[in-house]
């Protein structure tokens, strides 16, 4: 553009600059040289000042229309389907998946990422509002309670010992869990435990010094997901839930909301599948 | 759901119709669900989505407007030659206005960068051209934006000395 109205060529080059300078897209040489040159001229001084004025008023004036009340569901519906539509994407694997991790990651993160690190497990848990967060925080309470609380440097649990403490019904998902689980990490105990008055399925994953469970818990009254998988962040833990007819699933660790949902994908099918084939 | 505001307010800017930007969204979300196997973990979901609404708002214009899609045509561009002052006063009715008579693909890069706040390396990847367009439609784009209020005010200005002020 052309700034007729500026002769300076010290000026010219500084307003061809304005608008990077604006939208922090300069190197910091030549958002030095700017920032030298503005305090003493008042022109280009002023010509900074309405350009970014325009701006914060283009971007009110957007962000002030309104967006009609029934979108959000009405785009929830399409993307959801109808019951019917929704059992046979389930049923199609990796693409169900896909398509709820990207709801996950896409539409209702919940993020209370970054608190402190001395939290309590009890102020872990409480950190955590409503119906589906507490869903959620069923399985949260296990894996404070059972995996960060191992020693990270036992050595892994033989798999014979992991299938006689996993029980019978349980003892053949093992070999399926260390199928799916991405390269670098291993099952280091498979067992069942309690905590909080429930009994759990519980597989503890590491990979290097993080740690990652997979955990199975019966159902109870008004415990449910929505929508096939959900996924919060509380403190520095990812809590990924999912259910099958009978059960809640969960896939929680202290690695970053993406690879664990990456390693979750991973695993639901699979769970899912075991579990409906073992159900009852 | 929080990247779908900022969505359908875009789309409705580059519509410029309120029914048929619900209807883009939805659509984005449909596409997006439909081909995220081809969403990169770890890379930027809301320039993805934003990829998806430019894809899915160019196939829409394309069979609602037709023939009557103006390609950003060479007057336009010529005739930005001159940038008159920002008006001290703007009205948020005149602003909405303004950027709707900016030419697609200009107005466009302005929302994408003065609005929703992208760099200008994400508006090249949603874009699909190089960077060296992008700032090319940004300066464009903002420089008939800044036209177009400085007419509004001038025609404001005109009026009220005409004695039409009440």
């Known amino acids: 553009m052309s700034d007729g109205h500026f002769s300076d060529p010290a000026c010219e080059a500084v307003l061809r600059q304005l608008d990077a300078y604006l939208s922090h897209e300069l ?15 008042s022109q280009c001084a002023d010509e900074l000042e309405a350009r970014g004025r325009l701006r914060a008023h283009l971007k009110a004036a957007v962000r002030a229309q309104p967006v009609p009340e029934g979108l959000e569901s009405k785009v929830r519906n399409a993307v959801r389907g109808t019951p ?32 402190s690190r001395t939290d309590s497990e009890e102020a872990i848990l409480r950190k955590t509002t409503g119906r589906m967060s507490k869903v ?56 069942r435990c309690w905590a909080g008055r429930r009994q759990y399925v519980h597989f503890i994953v590491m990979s290097g010094n993080k740690v ?10 008004g415990e449910w997901f929505d929508s096939g998988i959900y996924q919060t962040g509380v403190d520095r833990y990812q809590v990924v839930g999912f259910e099958s007819h009978d059960d809640l699933a969960f896939v929680i660790s202290d690695l970053d909301a993406q690879q664990n949902l990456q390693v979750a994908a991973l695993l639901v099918p699979a769970v899912r599948d075991y579990l409906a084939a073992h159900q009852g | 759901m929080p990247h779908l505001h900022d969505l359908y307010r875009t789309a409705v800017k580059m519509l410029g119709d309120r029914a048929r930007a619900e209807d883009v969204v939805q659509e984005v979300y449909l596409q997006a669900w439909k081909s ?27 069979g609602w407007f037709g023939a009557r899609v103006v390609p950003d045509s060479q007057e336009v561009l010529d005739g930005a030659s001159y940038t008159p002052p920002i008006p001290e006063q703007i009205m948020e009715r005149e602003i909405l206005q303004a950027i709707e008579t900016v030419p697609p693909d ?11 706040e992208f760099s200008y390396k994400d508006i090249a990847h949603i874009l699909n051209v190089p960077i060296g367009t992008v700032m090319s439609r940004l300066s464009r784009g903002r420089s008939l934006l800044r036209e177009r209020l400085a007419e509004m005010a001038r025609s404001y200005g005109l009026s009220k000395g005409g004695g039409c002020g009440a």
């Open chain 1, 136 to 191: 959620l925080n069923v399985g949260l309470r296990d894996h404070l309670e059972c995996a960060v609380r191992r020693d990270p440097k036992a050595p892994a649990a033989p798999a014979a010992e992991m299938a006689d403490e996993l029980g019978p019904d349980f003892a053949a998902l093992l070999p399926v869990v260390e199928s799916k689980l991405p390269p670098g990490f291993r099952v280091v105990s498979g067992h």
């Open chain 2, 36 to 62: 995220f196997e081809r969403f990169t973990p770890g890379t930027n979901c809301r320039a993805w989505l934003y990829k998806i609404l430019i894809h899915t708002v160019h196939h829409e214009r394309r």
């Open chain 1, 212 to 221: 990652l469970s997979l955990i199975l818990t019966r159902k109870q009254p």
């Open chain 1, 27 to 41: 190197t910091d040489e030549v958002r030095a040289e700017i920032e030298r040159h503005l305090p003493g001229c």
């Open chain 1, 84 to 115: 019917q539509a929704q059992h046979a994407r389930w049923r199609a694997g990796w693409y169900a998946i896909a398509a709820a991790a990207l709801i996950v990651i896409c539409l209702a993160l919940v993020n209370l990422w970054r608190l």
């Open chain 2, 106 to 116: 200009y107005r466009t890069a302005v929302l994408l960068a003065d609005v929703e």
